[in-house]
């Protein structure tokens, strides 16, 4: 085991086991440990790298640390900055597991459920990823590849995530079947960038990867009052929700059905931008 | 596979463990080599609380915490609560307000409580309920426990 | 809300006050010790294998790549059980290990001892199990017709019920088809135990079990041993409400132990547990109502199937409390009611908290709502001009001879004043964390439900619990074989034994097979009854021969005599001694104590089967978001039947714990079985209320009508909060949108994909 201190620290331990597993929160990890499904060789431990754990503004982007926790996102001027990113990690979980689970493993993990991805979506961030090596930097979708699945080479890991400033709105909302400490069926992520005249929506649960409703965006880019914040017609409102739902594509499992994913991905939608552009129809 | 011997700090106490796993959790660690069962397994996944113990201050589920990552951590376990042999006011208050049935999940509550407090030492009803939403009580669906927590936050203003 | 705080004072409090759990400090300290916290020198662990099937045949077990692995002690499989091979709550139809079929996904077919459980569970990857997978009997519909999957056959029991004039027809009639899935116990602290191997070839056991009694004798059997040789002890019991009764690990435990010569501890895992368990039975229900047109109801008519999964458990008891209790706490002259409970491939359902009268409930007040509907007439009123009183005629042809004050228990909650308002903040409304609703997308509903169910054992059942009293030195020490699952019969005890005999210290001697007769089961609200019983008169008992002779010895009356304060004083003043002085000698009583007989249902269901009877009223407000589903209970209220308060912060609590668990059947738990395999075996995915799920519970009102043979009038309180809860909630959905909503738990697509939503 390797408490690394540094992100040099991790890297070098990395390069030097290839076969190590990667410890940050522990609140995925240990899942598997816990059942004997994970067999740990080597572990790098990363929750007292401090670079890991700090954020700071670069121009008009944020740099995450992949060591943030949810609470973390929840605290000081980050809620400001990323509503939607602080509300999405008020959602995971209980207070004890965001007190440990971090944005990397999140990302990591690339559940479908895992709930800062839509919001990582909607603001088209990228994935920092660091090695004994060298660094690279990915889109959210070059990142998350399939369901669970990453493009971490096993000597690398993420550094942090860089997502934009915007001016704007910014909404996350989730459907759990529990009003906490739930497993999402359903979420999304809206996010409104004024400057660029635009509405950027992400999806959650709906795919094996998080999306992104393209078309409604485009539809909606040319529906709202841009000059004077005016929410679109009821119709162009009917209309983005049809194409939000249209975007996903879910499957049945026993927290939901497609079906109802459809729908609700839809009502979200709608109530995402009622929020955001208060006024018009609900 | 066997880890080297560790020593972690345990309610304020070094304790050494030896012939380990590197495996195992905080709360594997806690219960079955440091003689310290207090913090409860009901689920080891992070679901229902409680494991839950302070790390450094935080609440945290030690079942999700790999033991020999927490070398050099501040950790306090339900035992640890009232070190004097004294009850402590979140666990007296437990015991007055009839929040206690079958008692499983009581050890976490009570330090998800007790790190609330000491956070936030006059918390409105929502604050307390979502403070308390990771520890799941199958007994007393939680009017007594909120009952308790009211008490608890009496008694730490009251000593403050 | 009703006051409920301990009593400060400095006298020991007695029956009717709020006394604290003697176990109160040890739990908030962590020292109490949990059946999972047990430890031994040289204890080995115990893990199981289990069938990945729901329904397969087994070849062949090859053990031998298991038992070479170093660090493993034993691998066990259905041939080392030298006793019976198979054990039943009711029916002796389960095997200890699966040896020639497996019958559900989960059941045990062989086990392991060994150093760590990293080792354990190498050890069970390594055994190799041959099975030829067959298709399973999923279906409980077509249980009766398919080939049978045991020996015993498909149909565990049916009951056909005819009460009454079979030719009555209502001018009003309603007619609906219900259905209850499959719910968990979900108890927080997992099956476990541990199992020590004795000098003279016994075993003692350790754990957490509902009836002592039932398991050693269970356990003695398989292991081919005299009961007196198998001991079994009470460890800490984190929760039971019925997922106990059956034996778990305790077979497993003692085969490994006694095979090794040493100390054995088994835990599960929580998804074992789920596979390790029987669960609440799945029901399917059809109804029609008949009532005229004042709403006086006229005739029942149901048809019910429950599915029993692989192995009988408590079907049996289960069924006749279904049928019994079908047609509700009502007046019904005439009643049809056909129950079975049949064998699948599912897993094994069998007690939880008020098994047989929550399925129904959920049915027959959906009922009473859609007839009082079809009456134009409001519902609480409909009830009212049906509910049963003492002197009227179940369904069953018996005659409630004790208190039945259900009008009383209906009005005090339907009239309660609720206190809800609708919330601002998004976090307290459907959706809860995950914010997903405003308040302009909720629409509120509310809805009152009454339900009942028998107190104690039925059918003949010979019930009885056993205690011992004994005082020595001026201090009591109350022996009983109960077991204290977390509902407070160690409070209850102490209490007890202050009341009957004036002393203020009483000690609790452990719970073991070894002391002291049966208590029976920690289940059917029946220990405040039996084994408050059984204390009661052990207690007399004592004080009776402590008081003769004292009278001897001092040349007192005996009549003039009385205990109180730690003091034995003559009524007249002119005698008094300390309690202390005159117990130096001991003084002990043993009693078995007995509830009234019943006897058994005849073949139309007709009998006087049922002791005591205990009605509850919910009434639930509730915010829905119709267009996701989505649904939040806002406040419970609730009134019950008790007979008499014992303790009020512990009848509170079995009043706000019950209904949590009723308000999770109604809006989230479900053990999802598909195939025969169960979908959801973690807490990650089988959802329990958490504390921003679970409303303020307001107790309208606690109905005290002391219960003519019941210890100090106390009726049982454990169960009727979990039977009107659940039934209560999805009225209050329903009220709230209009729709039908047939089953429960209400899933979110129920309501947002429905189509006659209006």
């Not at chain 3, 009223?617 to 419970?636: F, Q, S």
């Amino acid at each position: 085991m390797t408490i690394a201190r540094t992100l040099d620290d991790a890297c070098a331990a990395l390069a030097e086991h290839p076969q190590a597993r990667l410890l940050a929160g522990g609140t995925d990890l240990m899942v598997g440990v816990n059942r004997g499904q994970v067999g740990l060789d080597h572990v790098v431990v990363l929750d007292r790298v401090d670079e890991l754990r700090a954020w700071h503004r670069t121009g008009d982007d944020l740099l995450l640390g992949a060591g943030l926790t949810y609470a973390d996102l929840g605290r000081g001027d980050l809620p400001g900055l990323l509503p939607a990113l602080a509300q999405a990690a008020r959602t995971v979980g209980s207070p004890q597991i965001r007190n440990a689970g971090t944005l990397g493993g999140n990302l990591a993990t690339a559940s479908p459920a895992g709930d800062t991805l839509p919001v990582l979506a909607a603001l088209d961030a990228t994935v920092l990823l660091r090695s004994a090596t060298g660094s690279r930097e990915l889109p959210l979708a070059g990142f998350v590849t399939g369901v669970k699945q990453n493009a971490l080479e096993p000597d690398e890991l993420i550094e942090a995530v860089r997502v934009p400033v915007l001016d704007g709105p910014q909404e996350f909302l989730k459907v759990g079947t529990r009003n906490a400490m739930v497993i999402s069926v359903v979420s999304l992520a809206l996010v409104v960038d004024r400057g660029g005249r635009g509405v950027r929506v992400g999806l959650g649960s709906v795919a094996p990867v998080p999306l992104r409703a393209a078309e409604a965006e485009a539809h909606l880019a040319d529906h709202v009052g841009w000059d004077d914040g005016s929410p679109p017609a009821p119709d162009a409102v009917d209309r983005f929700v049809e194409l939000v739902a249209g975007a996903a594509r879910p499957i049945d499992d026993h927290r939901g059905s497609a079906d109802y994913r459809r729908h609700a991905v839809g009502v979200l939608a709608r109530r995402a931008l009622h929020r955001a552009f208060p006024g018009g129809d609900r | 596979m066997s880890a080297d011997p560790y020593v972690l700090r345990v309610n304020g106490r070094d304790h050494e463990v030896p012939d380990a796993h590197l495996g195992e959790s905080l709360l594997w660690v806690l219960r079955e080599r440091l003689g310290l069962p207090g913090s409860k397994n009901a689920c080891e996944e992070g679901e229902c609380g409680s494991c839950s113990v302070q790390v450094d201050g935080e609440l945290v589920c030690s079942c999700l915490v790999l033991a020999a990552s927490a070398v050099g951590r501040e950790v306090i376990t339900i035992e640890g609560l009232a070190p004097d042999g004294e009850l402590a006011d979140v666990q007296r208050a437990f015991v007055e307000a009839g929040a206690v049935q079958c008692g499983f999940c009581t050890p976490g509550l009570l330090m998800a409580v007790d790190t609330l407090l000491d956070a936030d030492p006059s918390p409105d009803e929502l604050t307390v309920r979502e403070a308390i939403s990771g520890n799941l009580c199958r007994c007393t669906g939680y009017g007594r426990i909120l009952a308790a927590v009211e008490i608890a936050a009496d008694l730490r203003r009251e000593a403050s | 809300m009703t006051d409920t705080r301990v009593e400060a004072g400095t006298r020991p409090p007695r029956l009717g006050e709020s006394a604290p759990r003697p176990d109160g400090t040890p739990k908030v300290a962590g020292s109490f010790a949990f059946s999972s916290d047990l430890w031994h020198d040289r204890m080995l662990w115990g893990g199981t294998l289990r069938s990945p099937h729901p329904s397969a045949r087994i070849r062949s077990i090859d053990i031998g790549p298991a038992v070479a692995l170093a660090g493993v002690h034993a691998v066990l499989t259905a041939a080392d059980v030298p006793g019976s091979p198979t054990y039943g709550l009711e029916h002796s139809d389960q095997p200890v290990l699966a040896s020639d079929v497996v019958r559900y996904e989960g059941e045990p077919v062989a086990v392991v001892a060994a150093d760590h459980p990293a080792t354990v569970r190498r050890a069970l990857e390594a055994i190799v199990v041959d099975y030829e997978p067959t298709d399973p009997l999923v279906d409980p519909l077509q249980a009766e017709a398919a080939d049978p999957i045991h020996p015993d056959g498909n149909l565990i029991r049916r009951i056909h019920l005819r009460h009454g004039d079979q030719g009555a027809v209502g001018e009003v009639q309603v007619e609906g088809t219900y259905e209850v899935g499959m719910q968990d116990q979900a108890f927080l602290g997992p099956e476990s135990g541990l199992a020590v191997p004795a000098e003279d070839g016994g075993v003692d056991l350790f754990v957490a079990t509902q009836w002592l009694h039932v398991d050693r004798d269970q356990v003695a059997a398989c292991l081919g041993l005299e009961p007196e040789r198998v001991r079994l002890t009470l460890a800490g019991v984190g929760g039971a409400f019925g997922a106990r009764e059956d034996l778990s690990l305790h077979v497993h435990l003692c085969l490994l132990a006694l095979h090794t010569g040493r100390p054995v501890k088994m835990v599960y895992s929580r998804e074992e547990s789920f596979h390790g368990h029987v669960h609440r039975h799945p029901a399917r229900m059809w109804y029609r109502h008949h009532a005229d047109r004042d709403g006086r109801l006229v005739r029942v008519e149901a048809r019910l199937v429950l599915d029993g999964g692989a192995y009988a458990s408590s079907s049996s008891a289960v069924i006749a409390n279904a049928t019994c209790f079908a047609a509700g706490p009502y007046r019904v002259p005439s009643a049809d009611i056909d129950g079975a409970v049949v064998r699948t491939n599912n897993p094994p359902c069998g007690a939880m908290r008020g098994f047989g009268a929550v399925q129904t409930c959920f049915a027959h007040e959906a009922q009473m709502d859609r007839l009082a509907d079809a009456l134009g007439m409001d519902p609480v009123e409909l009830r009212r001009r049906n509910v049963l009183a003492t002197g009227d005629r179940l369904v069953t042809g018996q005659v409630i001879v004790g208190t039945a004050p259900v009008a009383e228990v209906l009005d005090a909650c339907a009239e309660h004043p609720s206190a809800a308002a609708l919330a601002a903040d998004p976090m307290s409304l459907p959706g809860g964390a995950g914010r997903t609703a405003d308040a302009g997308h909720v629409r509120r509903g509310e809805a009152v439900a009454l339900g009942f169910k028998n107190l104690l054992f039925s059918e003949g059942f010979d019930d009885s619990s056993a205690a011992v009293c004994r005082i020595e030195d001026g201090v009591a020490t109350v022996t009983c074989a109960c077991a204290e699952v977390g509902q407070g019969f160690v409070t209850l005890a102490q209490q007890i034994a202050r009341e009957v005999l004036g002393v203020s210290e009483v000690l609790l001697a452990p719970a073991e097979t070894a002391t002291v007769g049966s208590a029976g089961s920690t289940s059917a609200s029946r220990q405040t009854w039996m084994s408050g019983g059984a204390v009661q008169a052990a207690c007399e008992e004592v004080r009776h021969r402590l008081l003769r002779r004292v009278a001897e010895s001092y040349g007192v009356d005996v009549d003039e005599l009385v205990l109180a304060d730690d003091r034995v004083v003559s009524l007249g003043g002119d005698f008094e001694a300390d309690l202390t002085a005159v117990t130096t000698v001991p003084v002990e009583a043993e009693v078995e104590f007995h509830h009234a007989p019943t006897q058994p249902l005849d073949e139309d269901g007709q009998g006087d089967a049922h002791v005591s009877f205990a009605f509850a009223a919910h009434r639930a407000i509730v915010d829905v978001d119709p267009d996701l589903g989505l649904v939040k209970v806002v406040e419970l209220t609730t009134s019950q039947d008790v007979g008499r308060v014992l303790n009020p912060l512990q009848a509170v609590g079995q009043l706000e714990g019950g209904a949590a668990q009723g308000v999770g059947l109604a809006v989230m738990e479900e053990v999802q079985v598909q195939d025969g395999r169960i979908r959801n075996a973690s807490f990650t995915d089988y959802l329990i209320p958490t504390a921003l799920d679970m409303p303020p519970v307001e107790v309208a009102a606690l109905i005290e009508q002391p219960e003519p043979g019941a210890p100090f009038g106390a009726k049982g309180i454990g169960e009727p909060p979990s039977i009107s809860s659940t039934a209560a909630v999805v009225a209050a959905i329903r009220h709230a949108t209009g729709l039908d909503l047939e089953r429960a738990p209400v899933r979110p697509a129920d309501i947002a994909l429905a189509e006659a939503r209006p």
